[in-house]
């Protein structure tokens, strides 16, 4: 077993009882990233978007991997508007074959989030 | 890895970055589910988890196995006011022994969806 | 593949068709636990999380293992006031270095109940 990261310290001040990613036997599990800079959430979709795969890419970096390693991906957007514009960038940063997915609405815990990202990435296995 | 579907062309028209379903030694993950018939979804709970757990049979037929290898869901629900008349279907649709499972009120991408369905299934266990 | 517990009789008296956890080659999937005591759901959300917490470590009991296997979590609450106060209860009940999570805000199946969480346990690895 491989644990980064955490435990963090949350917008509020608090410490989030939690690990960035946790390995086991060839799968790295990624905690929920949304889009915090400095302590805050801000911009729209797009933006947010962009921000939640630069977190992630930067986790699976730290463990020698990259997005295309990424097997599986659970998206809750905050807003279904915001559907269409979510998909041009997740679209754009990962490539096909794509990972398998399930997206769905839900609210989110820090204010203005309107997106929150959690993925499955493999060890030993590339989308190519 | 072997990657199967996707991308998909989305109700609107767009194209949905996903794949239908991933597999990693032995494990399966199924993109989450729903009851979509010409780009459109329509009917009651009961209707619509049927048809989800078709494109979900249909899924894992590809994959050479059946709703016997699923190890693990993850349902969404609209209403809890669906929540008996789903398991219904549920409880038939599937056998016991039962996958273990999560189930939660969300709102879903797509307009009028009332359930969606996400698995994980073994390529080398059947739940007997 | 070992499948522990269920079906279970739900709160209103219905078969609910779920095992509380099923193991495939190491990894153990565990349902969504709620607070659920008596066929109610009580408290407020520190009770409700000890509680659930309660229901999580006698499954993974049941199959030899404790909390520190728990690799990963993924948390319903339906209230972000209740954040903070879930966090405490939470990094109280696992101990550092944290299993991988995502948390979201959603409305749950049963009537009062303010958190459920799902985990995947790993059979041959602790968090240490």
Redesign the interface.
């Known amino acids: ?1 491989k ?1 980064r990261g ?2 963090l310290v ?1 917008p ?1 001040g ?9 390995e ?4 790295v ?4 990233q949304l889009s915090l800079v400095d302590g805050r959430v801000e911009g729209d979709i797009a933006l947010q978007t962009e921000r939640t795969f630069d977190a992630i890419a930067a986790i699976l970096s730290g463990a020698g991997l990259s997005l295309d390693h990424v ?2 991906a ?1 998206i ?2 905050t807003d ?1 508007a915001d ?2 514009a979510f ?1 041009t960038v ?2 754009a940063r ?1 490539s ?14 820090l204010p203005n989030a309107r997106v ?1 990202i ?1 993925v ?1 990435a ?1 060890r ?4 190519t």
């Open positions: 077993m644990i955490g435990p949350g509020g608090g410490v989030l009882p939690l690990s960035l990613a946790v086991v036997d060839g799968l599990f990624v905690s929920g097997i599986k659970t809750w957007l279904p559907f269409a998909n997740y679209g990962l096909a074959p794509y990972p398998a997915r399930s997206c769905v609405i839900s609210q989110l815990v929150e959690e499955v493999s030993d296995h590339r989308r």
